[in-house]
Structures are given as structure tokens and as C-alpha cells.
């Protein structure tokens, strides 16, 4: 059973560039999150994916977009790089509906190192 | 907004001994999910064990426990036995039942003395 897959592991961008994150979900699963983690920090919410759609968002600026795709794996886009979006970008995958309610548990992929120069 | 708070940056055990990390969070909703992920060198989030707020038993998952009080917002996870591999940061994170973010504490570090 594949697990949450990301790609590429590390990427190294300078300021003002676009970078495009990967992420292939679990085997099963139909939705897609993306969380930003600084350094010591918890990771923060970017946003959420489900059936082609953006269904929730954090506090984080236009810059950041997204897409899913009809197989349900997704991209981070990142417009015009500053060195503050230097970050461990996690993708998680999870079941949109189980038992009638909304997500629950959502399964972590191995993250896309991120630095910008 | 939702918060969790995590009082402890770093925690150290015996390997064998018993540890309790301990999670604080505020909400006003009376039904959501309780989450501890665990987070090795390696970066890759693990879920440890997972809570559900309308259910009055704490979950057990192998040698991993929690204490939920709803009362009192409270959410400690118990690691029994505890073993070299169980080293980490280990985060307490929240989830409304109707919304899709996950929110985390800012993490505890766990070292394991041999």
C-alpha cells in the first residue's frame, strides 16, 4: 500500500522565482492538504483540495496556490519567493467522508525541503 | 480561533520508564479531533494516536496512551516502556469535525537515555 509520496525532496530557489511542489495521496484517499513548517516550529495550514477544489484556506497570502488533478494528486505553486517561504512543505492525504462526517485523520508525506536564497 | 499549546519544548526519559507529554487547547466547539504526531529526524510525520471528543474512553494504541479531559481542554499523551526509537518531536494537534485544518502545537522533544 503506497503512502503519501512528495517531490522533489529539496529544492533551492533564489528570491523573486516560482517553485512547484508535488504530491501523490495514499492509495484510497481523495483529498489533499498542504502545511508549511518553518524551523522548531509546528507545521501552519496552507490549504485543502477536494474534487478539483480549493475547500479551505489558511492565513497565507495569494503567492500560494494549488490544484488537484482527477487522479487526486496535487501541486503547491509559490509565486515570487521571498526567503521567509524557506520551509519543510508537507503534503497530507485523507478521506474526505468516513462514517458521514468530514475528514479525519490525515496521513503525512515525507515533506519538500524548500530554501530560498 | 483555535490554539494548542504545548508547555513543554523538550522532555528526556529513561529507556524503559514512563513519560507524559503534556497539550492544552482552546475551542468552543464541542465536538472535534485530537491528534499527537510524532516527527523523527527523518522530517516524516507519524501519527501516534488519534481522539475523537464525543467519545468518553481515551485511546490506547500499543504502548501509547492518552489522558483527554474536555473539561478542562487537556490532552497528555503517555508513551509506557519507552524505547530508543521513540525519540522525536512530538506534536499535539487539533481538528474541527466540520473543517479540514489540522492545527499543532509547537512540539516537544523527546530524547530516550539509554
Known amino acids: 500500500d503506497a503512502g503519501v509520496t512528495q517531490s522533489p525532496t529539496h529544492l533551492i530557489k533564489t528570491r523573486g522565482q516560482q517553485v512547484t511542489l508535488r504530491c501523490s495521496p495514499k492509495?484510497?484517499?481523495?483529498?489533499v492538504s498542504w502545511y508549511q513548517q518553518a524551523l522548531g516550529q509546528g507545521p501552519q495550514f496552507i490549504f485543502q483540495?477536494?474534487?478539483?477544489?480549493?475547500?479551505q484556506r489558511g492565513n497565507f497570502p495569494d503567492r500560494f496556490s494549488g490544484h488537484q488533478f482527477p487522479n487526486y494528486s496535487s501541486e503547491l505553486n509559490v509565486n515570487a519567493l521571498l526567503l521567509g517561504d524557506s520551509a519543510l512543505y508537507l503534503c497530507?492525504?485523507?478521506?474526505?467522508?468516513?462514517?458521514?462526517?468530514?475528514?479525519?485523520?490525515?496521513?503525512f508525506g515525507p515533506g519538500t525541503r524548500l530554501l530560498v536564497l | 480561533a483555535q490554539t494548542v499549546t504545548q508547555s513543554q519544548p523538550e522532555m528526556s526519559v529513561q529507556e524503559a520508564e514512563t513519560v507524559t507529554l503534556s497539550c492544552t487547547y482552546d475551542?468552543?466547539?464541542?465536538?472535534?479531533?485530537l491528534f499527537w504526531y510524532k516527527q523523527p529526524p527523518s522530517r516524516q510525520m507519524i501519527l501516534v494516536i488519534r481522539?475523537?471528543?464525543?467519545?468518553?474512553q481515551n485511546a490506547t494504541e500499543n504502548r501509547f496512551s492518552v489522558n483527554f479531559q474536555k473539561a478542562a481542554k487537556s490532552f497528555s499523551l503517555k508513551i509506557s516502556d519507552s524505547q530508543l526509537g521513540d525519540a522525536a518531536m512530538y506534536f499535539c494537534?487539533?481538528?474541527?469535525?466540520?473543517?479540514?485544518?489540522?492545527?499543532f502545537g509547537e512540539g516537544t522533544q523527546l530524547t530516550v537515555n539509554p
Open positions: 497530507a492525504s485523507s478521506l474526505y467522508w468516513t462514517s458521514g462526517r468530514t475528514v479525519e485523520t490525515q496521513y
Open positions: 492509495s484510497g484517499h481523495d483529498t
Open positions: 483540495y477536494y474534487e478539483e477544489e480549493e475547500r
Open positions: 475551542t468552543s466547539e464541542s465536538d472535534y479531533y
Open positions: 481522539q475523537e471528543a464525543y467519545k468518553q
Open positions: 494537534a487539533y481538528k474541527e469535525t466540520s473543517g479540514s485544518r489540522l492545527t
